[in-house]
């Protein structure tokens, strides 16, 4: 059976049709104007969702890559501050074997112990290097200088062998949060975990997995100022006053770099200090710098071995940044394909989308409502 077609129903069905082109012709001008394809959620949820977890890693990806930008400066100003800290133990190790085998003048003495006294304080200001205006072997205390230097506090006593005994202590002083800690105060656990010498500035600069694929994201960018130049004292129990000892006839000898050139330059000078023969004192100054020879090669195998793992970790960086960079280009690219517009299709639509409106309205004039006028024509 025929059903009657009457104008409303012809002009409500033309309004529709109008208005969906509209729409269609403004959700083109709009994906042309922002060029995204996605102008609404309910567009494209799947690719909503994957827009927005790249967003997120593209946004965890650059605050990596920054935190590692920052790592890297903070860990090669580290390694130029070993390098140099190598050159110095380096130095004073050729003077330690120089004044145990030759026989020094009273000039060759004092030239010899100017010479540690600036190697000494080369030191001091190498423990208190900077970053910027940061400290960098302070450990999480980076706004004052992590280390405070008292060469005299120094005390020195020649024993009846004729070795220079030299207690050093209160030479140097290591702030921990505006407390001083005695770097040679042998009643410290220095290598203790939680103790004062573990102090890791560290950066997060992986993104981590969860449950059983869970990684350590965390990165420690810091040597902490007692490893960098050693902290505590070992315990020498050789015979005492054997010229042959490759160590020394005392107890309790610093393993701190800044306070072991501070006791070398003490030994070079103390001998004058003290009564003995002119003919002696070569012999004494021998048996008392020898010491200094093993001393030495010991805290310059210790700072070559920081060296390479700053070094180690320098290059793990250069590592993850590389990797990041990879990852940047990848979530980039897959944000552009959910994202991106094809302006060639788009505008090709919308012409099209055009034309087709533009007939529309055309045919739309014929079959709206004649008025009065179409008839008095």
């Given at each position: 059976?025929?059903?009657?077609?009457?104008?409303?129903?012809?002009?409500?069905n033309?309004?529709?049709?109008?208005?969906?082109?509209?729409?269609?012709?403004?959700?083109?001008?709009?994906?042309?104007?922002?060029?995204?394809?996605?102008?609404?959620l309910?567009d494209?949820?799947?690719?909503?969702?994957?827009?927005?977890n790249?967003?997120?890693?593209?946004?965890?990806?650059?605050?990596?890559?920054?935190?590692?930008?920052?790592?890297?400066?903070?860990?090669?100003?580290?390694?130029s501050?070993?390098?140099?800290l190598?050159?110095?133990?380096?130095?004073?190790?050729e003077l330690?074997?120089?004044?145990?085998?030759?026989?020094?003048?009273?000039?060759?003495?004092?030239?010899?112990?100017?010479?540690?006294?600036?190697?000494?304080d080369h030191?001091?200001?190498?423990?208190?290097?900077?970053?910027?205006?940061?400290?960098?072997?302070?450990?999480?205390?980076?706004?004052?200088?992590p280390?405070?230097?008292?060469?005299?506090?120094?005390?020195?006593?020649?024993?009846?062998?004729?070795f220079?005994?030299?207690?050093?202590?209160?030479?140097?002083?290591?702030?921990?949060?505006?407390?001083?800690?005695?770097?040679?105060?042998g009643?410290?656990?220095?290598?203790?975990?939680?103790?004062?010498?573990?102090?890791?500035?560290?950066?997060?600069?992986?993104?981590?997995?969860?449950?059983?694929?869970?990684?350590?994201?965390?990165?420690?960018i810091?040597?902490?100022?007692?490893?960098?130049?050693?902290a505590?004292?070992?315990?020498?129990n050789?015979?005492?006053?054997?010229?042959?000892?490759p160590?020394?006839?005392?107890?309790?000898?610093?393993?701190?770099?800044?306070?072991?050139?501070?006791e070398?330059?003490?030994?070079?000078?103390?001998?004058?200090?003290f009564?003995?023969?002119?003919?002696?004192?070569?012999?004494?100054?021998?048996?008392?710098?020898?010491?200094?020879?093993?001393?030495?090669q010991?805290?310059?195998?210790?700072?070559?071995?920081?060296?390479?793992?700053?070094?180690?970790?320098?290059?793990?960086?250069?590592?993850?940044?590389?990797?990041?960079?990879?990852?940047?280009?990848?979530?980039t690219?897959?944000?552009?394909?959910?994202?991106?517009?094809?302006?060639?299709?788009?505008?090709?639509?919308?012409?099209?989308?055009?034309a087709?409106y533009?007939?529309?309205?055309?045919?739309?004039?014929?079959?709206?409502?004649?008025?009065?006028?179409?008839?008095m024509?």
């Amino acid at each position: 059976m025929a059903h009657r077609v009457t104008n409303s129903m012809m002009v409500a069905n033309y309004s529709r049709n109008q208005n969906r082109a509209s729409v269609r012709m403004e959700h083109l001008q709009t994906q042309l104007a922002t060029q995204k394809k996605i102008v609404r959620l309910s567009d494209d949820p799947v690719n909503v969702v994957k827009a927005l977890n790249a967003r997120s890693r593209l946004y965890d990806v650059e605050q990596y890559k920054k935190n590692l930008d920052d790592g890297k400066a903070w860990l090669t100003q580290t390694e130029s501050a070993l390098s140099e800290l190598n050159e110095v133990i380096k130095r004073a190790y050729e003077l330690a074997v120089q004044g145990s085998n030759d026989v020094l003048t009273e000039d060759d003495r004092t030239a010899l112990s100017n010479e540690i006294k600036e190697l000494r304080d080369h030191v001091a200001t190498l423990a208190n290097s900077t970053l910027g205006d940061k400290f960098i072997f302070g450990g999480y205390n980076v706004s004052s200088p992590p280390f405070l230097f008292s060469p005299d506090e120094a005390q020195f006593t020649l024993t009846a062998d004729n070795f220079v005994d030299v207690d050093n202590t209160g030479v140097v002083m290591y702030n921990i949060n505006d407390n001083y800690y005695d770097m040679n105060d042998g009643g410290i656990d220095w290598g203790d975990p939680d103790s004062l010498e573990r102090q890791h500035i560290r950066y997060e600069i992986n993104i981590t997995g969860s449950g059983e694929f869970a990684v350590d994201n965390f990165f420690s960018i810091s040597v902490p100022g007692a490893k960098f130049l050693g902290a505590g004292t070992y315990e020498d129990n050789l015979p005492s006053g054997d010229p042959d000892n490759p160590l020394d006839s005392g107890t309790g000898k610093s393993l701190n770099v800044y306070s072991t050139l501070n006791e070398f330059f003490v030994v070079a000078n103390a001998i004058s200090e003290f009564n003995v023969e002119e003919a002696d004192t070569t012999e004494i100054l021998h048996q008392n710098i020898k010491p200094f020879v093993k001393r030495l090669q010991d805290m310059q195998s210790s700072t070559l071995a920081q060296m390479s793992e700053v070094g180690g970790r320098i290059s793990r960086i250069d590592l993850m940044a590389d990797r990041y960079s990879k990852d940047e280009i990848n979530y980039t690219q897959m944000l552009s394909d959910v994202e991106d517009l094809d302006t060639a299709e788009a505008y090709m639509q919308f012409s099209m989308s055009e034309a087709v409106y533009r007939a529309s309205m055309s045919v739309g004039g014929r079959i709206l409502p004649p008025s009065l006028v179409d008839f008095m024509r």
